[in-house]
């Protein structure tokens, strides 16, 4: 488990993206416990203020469900959002074919950027944040490709309707900031987050051996 029984953390977050990516950094969620709230932007948003509100209104979600519950203990309460956009021009997280080509044709051949606010809750009370910005450009999407990709599937729930971990990453000529970030987590930032607030990010790691 990620922490001992002093330190519980708690993913706000179902995604088994973010989940792999803690599991990478040697940190093992204690708990799922995902966040459903309304993610629709705001009249004028800025899509990096889109993402700090939704990872803090995940985070609290979250938080009060927990404590919600009998019994329930102190616990470290992470939280995240992905926006990708356009200029100020949010994409949506694809359900939908056509939600799929609108992004996959706006993204073509230009460059966007990719937003990714994290939010903790500590045991104490303390709510701690970060915003994390890439630039990602793709190259031109032939209209075979985009209609390659979409029947692929993996654009499914997608930020910007794509998986950079996937097929779409031959579409990327060049980034500029985060990679884990673009997949769903910033792992350095997060990791320093989590470490910052006295949470043990090594405890899954092997042990040294060296006295």
Known sequence: ?????????????????RIQLLQQAGIEPDRILPADIDETPQRAEHPRSLAKRLSKQKAEKALADLKAEPAAEPAFVLAADTVVAVGRRILPKAETIDDAVYCLQLLSGRSHRVYSGICLATPSGKIRQRLVETRVRFRRLPREDIERYVASGEWRGKAGAYAIQGLAGAFVVKLIGSYTSVVGLPLYETAALLAGEGFDTRAGWPATGVS
Do not use: C, D, E, F
């Not at 488990?1 to 993206?17: D, E, F, N, Y």
């Open 1 to 17: 488990m990620a922490g001992s029984k002093s330190q519980t953390l708690v993913l706000a977050s179902a995604s088994p993206r």
